[in-house]
């Protein structure tokens, strides 16, 4: 019955997903459809694709392994994601889709490079975002579970399929059919939270407070560390600057580029509260999730792969109906923060370095209309390359789920997000060229750090970086004298006049002279 389950579901997903990838395509005519949907999109619809872009299969299938795995010490992450992850966002969503009222950025490397008033910039940070092939791999794992796990295929025919079927629906509607289809998983996501979370009280028999005290007993009845707070056990949670670093990365998280242009997407600033409280709501609801690997401990704490406990968990104590319909929402989970994945890259490719740079710099000549349409269709092939080189570090990658999306985060935090943050609130502070060094040490710094720093933290690695390229920005901005063209505001307001000096600006040379 599972497995008729399965396959009449994934049948239901697969025409659902495939309209509105039509969908997609029949409103998808130039490069700002295919990268932000020219910004038509409402704010719940952006909320619901928000959240679900944001919370991946790693919070249903890498996460909930680290609760099997690692104990009440990962309630350390669920508190991150509350806490951190949100007030990010309302620090930094309004005044960046503010600014890109005047701006009319299509991605976060075009913001930058508009913000900065420079080319180098808005390559730089192109560059940057390819480290995202290891969170799509990541992605691509976690997909193949459903395959693997569910329906009996191997690992190779399983990536290929869920491979496919996102480059096939990106490549057709870009980010119309992300944000609808992302909006509707996110949907299914919070219900799956929800099943999970309350479905202790009918397996065991018990109430909220019986099921929690049998839980502890269990969990610390094997391992007393699974049940402290620092778990020097964990290659996660192990000290208290392990744990400091996780929110300090997941703050950063909330700047990613894939969850930066659903920002801006938007179609009006003033909706942005709206947004958020949908993303929050939805947010509570996938985190429960995290409760079923403390479930499939106290029910079988002898899994060999602590990633399959979720799968293994309904299939085994869930009715085969419930046990499908939550395998299928970890399908939708994966490819609802993969679509967005392609989408960013992509546009890096095809927007902010052929249409902003070389376009722009003359060093392709094409007329604007001619350059738009070809943009679109090498953002299209860009992403058949990217699914391509994706698949192979999803076959072949030594790290778990977890760790493999954290590389990817990592690296593009490094070298974004102190140019985002402190651009945005100390404009008249930060240069052009602290933008460029801090970006460039970004990249290489986490390169450096993540295969020479001892510590097993994928977390505490990634804040190294961050940290290192901050510092970098903070000291070269007061060593170098602000240049011409550098975005800065009197007050958080924007201005006619900072817009009219970021368009001039818009197309400086390489290095921003």
Known sequence: MLETYLWVGLGLFLLVVLGLAYLGWTQTHNMSDFAIASETLGPYTLGAAF??????????????????????????????????????????????????????????????????????????????????????????????????????????????????????????????????????QAVLMAIMGLIVFFSAFWIFGTGPLETFDFLGTELESHDQTLVEPINENSPIYYSGFAILSIFILQFAFSAQPQLFNKVLALDDPRNLRKMIGTYLVLTICFLLTFFGGYYMFALDPGLEVADEAIFIYTMEYMPAIIAAFLGLVILAAALSTTDGLFIVLST???????????????????????????????????????????????????????????????????ATVPPVMLGIYFPNFVTRIAAQVSMVVGVFGYIVIHFTASTPSVFVRGTYALLLATAVMIVVSALTEQEDGVAQMDDPAVTDERGAQLEDQTDAPLGGD
């Not at 010490?73 to 009222?101: D, M, Q, Y």
């Not at 399983?158 to 059919?177: D, P």
């Not at 722009?360 to 090498?378: G, H, I, N, P, T």
């Not at 192979?392 to 977890?402: E, F, K, R, V």
Request: hydrophobic share 60%.
């Open 348 to 414: 890096a490719i095809a927007n902010d370095i052929f249409l902003k740079y070389l376009v722009a710099e003359d060093y392709v000549d094409m007329d604007e209309d001619r350059a738009d349409v070809f943009s679109r269709y090498l953002a299209q092939v860009t992403v058949f390359g990217i699914g391509v080189v994706s698949f192979a570090i999803a076959l072949t990658a030594p790290w778990n789920i977890g760790e493999l999306i954290w590389i990817g985060i990592s690296g593009v935090a490094a």
């Open 51 to 184: 959240a679900a872009t944001f919370f991946s299969a790693a919070t249903f299938v890498g996460y909930v392994a680290w609760s099997y795995d690692y104990g009440l010490a990962n309630l350390w992450l669920f508190l991150t994601l509350i806490g951190a992850s949100p007030i990010a966002l309302v620090l930094f969503a309004k005044r960046v889709r503010e600014i890109n009222v005047e701006q009319g950025s299509l991605s976060l490397p075009d913001w930058l490079g508009a913000f900065y008033g420079s080319q180098f910039v808005r390559v730089w940070a192109g560059i940057a975002v390819m480290f995202n092939v290891f969170y799509i791999a990541a992605q691509l794992d976690a997909g193949a579970l459903f395959f693997t796990v569910l329906l009996g295929f191997d690992q190779t025919t399983a990536l290929v399929i869920i491979t496919s079927l996102v480059v096939f629906y990106v490549i057709a509607g870009a980010t119309y059919a992300d944000v609808y289809t992302d909006a509707i």
